[in-house]
């Protein structure tokens, strides 16, 4: 199938591309994004001979909202990542999320290993240290609120694009825009802007040296992102048994954003992990 839904069984209905044949890769992406933003359209993956599956989280993109305004947390992410798996028949596959995705990534990779040949973690978060900090969360909260009372311009606004250099200020602007206008439930989106960031993933980071699958972890210099810190993706590589990390060059556009590089970096994951194409 190319594009189609998945009935959950939680209230919840996904909509899912299923393109090309060959060994299974999932692609997941960040919070406020949409199935495109993971490899940001690039078809390296299904020419190289990789069935590539991705999918709206729930209240984002096309797929259905949450059945309750808190329902956004990795105990509900996991499960609908284990629902697709199940619908579509995958046994086990290489999973590639960003940010949030990839710490769904990492919770099904705790709960149901066997289900994961390959991880790779874009750009990850999750600091427990910093988890339940009220002026981490209440950055969380603004997003939401502005997105709920103004909508995509309120959001824009609230993200801080009017103060982004002027050179950048128009592209990135009209990125995020685009971004949000995937969104058919805004109001779902801005539930899930504030229940994700109260949700962990996993406990400890030290959960992370029980995950036994090659991994790869990608993180960013990105200064205008300081909500991905190039430490925790370090971090997250170093506690990861068989973790990599890589990073875009000093000076050069983040990595996370090269849609191409991703899929190539995804691929040869993928062989490491004996699912060839």
């Not at 199940?86 to 990839?102: E, N, Q, W, Y």
């Not at 710490?103 to 978060?125: K, M, S």
């Not at 949000?180 to 400890?204: G, I, K, N, T, Y």
């Amino acid at each position: 199938m190319a594009a189609a839904t998945i009935d959950t069984g939680a209230g919840v209905t996904l909509a899912v591309t299923d393109e090309g044949e060959g060994t299974p890769i999932v692609l997941l992406h960040g919070l406020t994004a949409s199935r495109r933003y993971v490899v940001m359209g690039s078809s390296v993956l299904r020419r190289a001979g990789h069935r590539v599956v991705a999918y709206d989280a729930r209240g984002h993109g096309a797929s259905s909202p949450a059945p309750a305004p808190d329902a956004y947390a990795y105990a509900d992410l996991w499960r609908d990542l284990a629902a697709v798996l199940d619908t579509l028949g995958i046994d086990r596959a290489v999973l590639a999320g960003v940010s949030m995705g990839a710490h769904t990534c990492l919770r099904l990779a705790l709960q149901l290993p066997e289900r994961v040949a390959g991880l790779v973690a874009i750009t990850p978060a999750f600091d427990p240290v910093e988890h339940s900090e009220p002026q981490r969360l209440a950055r969380w909260d603004a997003l939401s609120d502005a997105l709920r009372s103004g909508g995509i311009e309120g959001f824009a606004e609230a993200s801080g694009v009017p103060r982004i250099p002027e050179r950048w200020r128009e592209s990135v602007g009209r990125a995020l825009r685009q971004r949000m206008a995937a969104h058919e439930h805004l109001d779902a989106v801005a539930d899930a802007l504030h229940a994700v960031p109260r949700s962990a993933p996993f406990c400890d980071l030290h959960a992370l040296e029980e995950i036994e699958c090659p991994a790869l972890v990608i993180g960013s210099r990105d200064e205008a992102d300081p909500g991905h810190p190039l430490e925790i993706a370090q971090r997250y590589a170093e506690l990861l048994p068989r973790g990599r990390f890589v990073v875009e060059e000093e000076g050069r556009p983040p990595l996370a954003w090269q849609g191409g590089r991703v899929s190539e970096l995804i691929a040869k994951l993928a062989a490491q992990a004996g699912l060839r194409a």
